[in-house]
């Protein structure tokens, strides 16, 4: 059940969250396919697809992120910006164009290839952060009872596909699946 809610309280900005359901936590492998999908349309690094579309080269929105929240019996893909209002409707366009192409393009091997070392160099970073890191295990040893290694992780992560990628963004990315709340 999808949505669209528009809010006006008056403001100069527009913060927008774009979003739908997702794997949870317990659905291997699909939980790890969709946490590097939001980390390729919108993770930290300024070449992620939509920032690189709608900041770096349009400067349409002031920030753009997207985030994957697991729960046990669900998760949340969101993607979220600010903007201002004139620039709304071609940022919602955009991101719906950019959606679109990743659900019927698979990436090329030579592309994903580069997404996965992208991804593993920032767990290696954050694995630098001690409190963040010992939350995290004790995160996974209350879900699964165990910790996984870092040989495990990475192996988790060059086992993710094109056709993996794709299939994941067809199921969360159909335009049915996509749920709006826009604050102006």
């Not at 709304?88 to 719906?96: F, N, S, Y």
């Amino acid at each position: 059940m999808s949505f669209r809610k528009v809010i006006d309280k008056r403001h100069h900005e527009v913060n927008a969250v774009i979003g739908c359901k997702a794997p949870s936590l317990y659905e291997m492998p699909d939980r790890l396919v969709c946490a590097m999908l939001a980390n390729i349309l919108g993770g930290p690094a300024s070449n992620s697809l939509l920032n690189k579309e709608l900041r770096e080269k349009r400067g349409w929105v002031y920030g753009i992120e997207c985030s994957y929240t697991q729960y046990a019996d669900t998760g949340i893909f969101a993607i979220s910006f600010g903007c201002d209002r004139s620039n709304l409707p071609d940022c919602e366009k955009t991101i719906g164009r950019i959606l679109a192409s990743v659900r019927e393009t698979p990436f090329t091997e030579a592309r994903l290839k580069a997404y996965r070392k992208q991804l593993l160099g920032q767990l290696a970073i954050s694995s630098d952060a001690g409190e963040a890191q010992c939350l995290s295990m004790g995160k996974s040893m209350l879900s699964w009872g165990s910790i996984m290694t870092p040989e495990q992780t990475k192996a988790a992560i060059e086992a993710i596909t094109p056709a993996a990628l794709q299939a994941m963004a067809q199921k969360l990315f159909a335009p049915d699946n996509l749920s709006s709340l826009i604050y102006l």
